[in-house]
C-alpha cells in the first residue's frame, strides 16, 4: 500500500519493473528544498510522468525558494500552504549559547560540559574524518559515544540512532546527514563542534532539540578567527548568544606533534600521511629538498593543498622525488 524510496533507487525499481505505481493516489515529496539542492529534480521528473494526473501531491520543505516554487506550480493544483513555525529563525525553546575556544582545546571543553551537564547531547562535526575522530577520542575519555554520517552504512545508521534514543549511547556525533529528518526525544544538548557553513544549517541542527514544548541547550564552539562569522549569523537570524570565554587551563589536545627534521625526510611523508587520514591537515613546517632540476634547495609548503573545507583532496603541485605513487599517503590505503 505505500512505498517509501529514494528517488534514484526508486528510479532503479522501475526501470527494472519490480515496482508499479500507476495506481498511486497519493504523491508525498519529503525535504523536497533538500532533494533539489542534492540535484535529485530531473529524476522527480520522470518519476511523476509515471504517476496518474488524478493524485494528490504534498511537498514538505523547510525553505520556499524559487525551486520549490517552480515544483509547486507544475505539481501541485489550487495548492494550499500550510506553514508551521519559522523555518528562518530558531526555536525560542532553546539557550543559544556561543563559546570562544582555540581548535586545541575544544575536545577538552566538550569533556568538561560532558561532565559538568546532564542529559545527551548531539554533536555536529563538518566532516567525516573529524566526526570519526572526536567519536574515538571521547570513547577514550570515557563517554558512551557513537557516530553517524555519510560513509556508515544503513544498518550502522540505524544502530547509532537507535543506541542514542534507547540512552545506550549519552552521545552521538554527527556530520549534518543529522541536522535534517531526525527526531529523537528529549536530546538535552546540541553542540556545534565547528561552526556551520550558515544560518540555514545553523537553525536545522539546533531544530533537534527543544522540540514540541520541550526546551534545550545550543552551544557553539567559535575560534578567535571566527567571531566575525558568528556576529553576521547573529544579525542574520536576529537572535542574540550568551558569549562565553572557554577556561584557557583546559586540556589542549595533542593533533600532529612536532616534526624532528634531523630524522630522515620519510618523517614529512610521515606527517603528510597522518594528516590524510585524520581529515585536518595542517600545513607542514617549510622543508628544504632537492629541486628536481637539479638547481639546488628551494623551500616547499605543505603536502596537501586541501585545507579543512575541502576534507584534504587538493595535492601540491611540487614533485617529492623519493616519493612513490602507490605510497602511503594515498587515499584508500
Not at 517509501?4 to 508499479?20: I, K, M, Q, Y
Request: proline content about 4%.
Amino acid at each position: 500500500r505505500l512505498v517509501v524510496a529514494t528517488p534514484g533507487r526508486l528510479e532503479d525499481f522501475l526501470r527494472r519493473r519490480a515496482v508499479n505505481i500507476t495506481t498511486v493516489e497519493m504523491l508525498v515529496l519529503d525535504e523536497v528544498d533538500r532533494m533539489l539542492d542534492m540535484g535529485f529534480l530531473p529524476a522527480i521528473r520522470r518519476i511523476v510522468g509515471t504517476l496518474p494526473r488524478t493524485r494528490q501531491t504534498m511537498c514538505y520543505s523547510a525553505t520556499l525558494d524559487a525551486n520549490v516554487r517552480e515544483i509547486v506550480r507544475d505539481y501541485v493544483r489550487n495548492p494550499v500552504r500550510i506553514e508551521i513555525g519559522q523555518a528562518s529563525k530558531p526555536s525560542d525553546q532553546v539557550e543559544l549559547r556561543a563559546i570562544t575556544v582555540m581548535q586545541d582545546q575544544k575536545l577538552g571543553l566538550l569533556d568538561q560540559m560532558l561532565r559538568e551537564e546532564t542529559g545527551t547531547f548531539l554533536v555536529f562535526s563538518r566532516t567525516k574524518h573529524g566526526a570519526d575522530r572526536i567519536s574515538k577520542k571521547l570513547e577514550r575519555l570515557g563517554h558512551d559515544v557513537d557516530v553517524i554520517h555519510g560513509d556508515r552504512s544503513q544498518s550502522q545508521r540505524t544502530a547509532a540512532l537507535k543506541g542514542f534514543s534507547t540512552g545506550k549511547h549519552r552521545v552521538l556525533v554527527a556530520t549534518d546527514v543529522a541536522a535534517r529528518g531526525i527526531d529523537v526525544q528529549d536530546i538535552a544538548h546540541v553542540v556545534q563542534y565547528d561552526l556551520p557553513n550558515g544560518s540555514d544549517d545553523f537553525v536545522h541542527r539546533i531544530g533537534r532539540t527543544g522540540r514540541a514544548g520541550a526546551t534545550g541547550v545550543a552551544t557553539t564552539f567559535v575560534m578567535p578567527q571566527e567571531r566575525s562569522d558568528a556576529r553576521k549569523m547573529e544579525r542574520e537570524l536576529k537572535v542574540k548568544f550568551d558569549w562565553r570565554e572557554a577556561d584557557k587551563n583546559l586540556e589542549k589536545e595533542e593533533r600532529n606533534k612536532p616534526l624532528d627534521l634531523s630524522k630522515p625526510s620519510n618523517d614529512l611523508l610521515a606527517l603528510e600521511t597522518r594528516s590524510w587520514k585524520s581529515g585536518d591537515a595542517a600545513p607542514a613546517p617549510a622543508a628544504p629538498y632537492r629541486a628536481s632540476n637539479g638547481n639546488g634547495f628551494r623551500s616547499r609548503s605543505g603536502g596537501f593543498s586541501g585545507g579543512r573545507n575541502s576534507g584534504g583532496r587538493g595535492r601540491s603541485s611540487s614533485s617529492r622525488p623519493g616519493a612513490s605513487r602507490s605510497g602511503p599517503a594515498r587515499r584508500g590505503q
